[in-house]
């Protein structure tokens, strides 16, 4: 069932790394497009892998200039009056403030898109990610497909020289297919994890 609610409104799109999560936000924002809404897409500086104003899915077909920001509090000074509707894409490289942010838009009156990672390479929450979780009116998790099994894959595999990362690396290390792989529960590993 579709959620439409008066007003605004938060809709998050979360999940693993290659499981389409930029795919279905712009899926969405092409649609608000259709229906002749005023778009601003934004992201973070951090994530210059498509070019520096550019969003793109890992396969490279769908792909949206955007408004690159260091911050949340930057989403707000360059939203154009405007907008109706607010996206984000890789949401989980914000701090906890980008919450409040899609808050106050929401509580404006605009829809707000987000879209990024559930869980660091770690398997654990990353960044403000439980916050707007827990705020959003709709939340939506994507799976990929585990490489090493084939299973539905609800996690992220960092790999250093071939081989998983350990605990301690360095949460955030951006990448693609390089880096990462998709895994499910069972083959995701993580040496050194704490029990």
Same mark, same amino acid.
């Given at each position: 069932?579709? *959620? ?13 790394? =290659? ?22 897409? =934004? ?6 892998? *498509?070019?520096? !104003? ?30 109706? !509707? ?6 989980? =490289? $914000? ?25 660091? $390479?770690?398997?654990?929450? =990353? ?39 350990? *605990? ?11 880096? *990462? ?15």
């Amino acid at each position: 069932m579709h *959620y439409t609610p008066s007003g605004g409104w938060i809709e998050l799109v979360c999940g693993s790394m =290659f499981s389409g999560k930029t795919e279905e936000l712009l899926r969405r924002i092409r649609r608000a497009e259709i229906a002749r809404k005023k778009v601003q897409l =934004f992201k973070p500086t951090i994530d210059n892998r *498509y070019g520096l !104003v550019r969003v793109a899915s890992h396969d490279g077909l769908a792909r949206e200039d955007a408004v690159v920001v260091c911050n949340a509090e930057d989403v707000l000074r360059r939203l154009e009056v405007d907008t109706e !509707v607010v996206a984000v894409d890789e949401v989980q =490289f $914000f701090d906890e403030t980008i919450a409040d942010v899609c808050d106050h838009l929401a509580d404006r009156g605009l829809r707000v898109i987000v879209a990024g990672l559930d869980q660091d $390479f770690r398997g654990e929450p =990353f960044g403000p990610m439980p916050l707007l979780l827990a705020r959003a009116e709709r939340v939506d998790k994507l799976h990929a497909i585990c490489v090493a099994c084939g299973a539905s894959a609800s996690r992220t595999q960092r790999l250093i020289d071939g081989r998983p990362a350990r *605990y301690d690396d360095p949460v955030i290390l951006v990448g693609g297919s390089e880096s *990462y792989e998709a895994r499910c529960r069972n083959c995701h590993e993580v040496p050194g994890k704490p029990r």
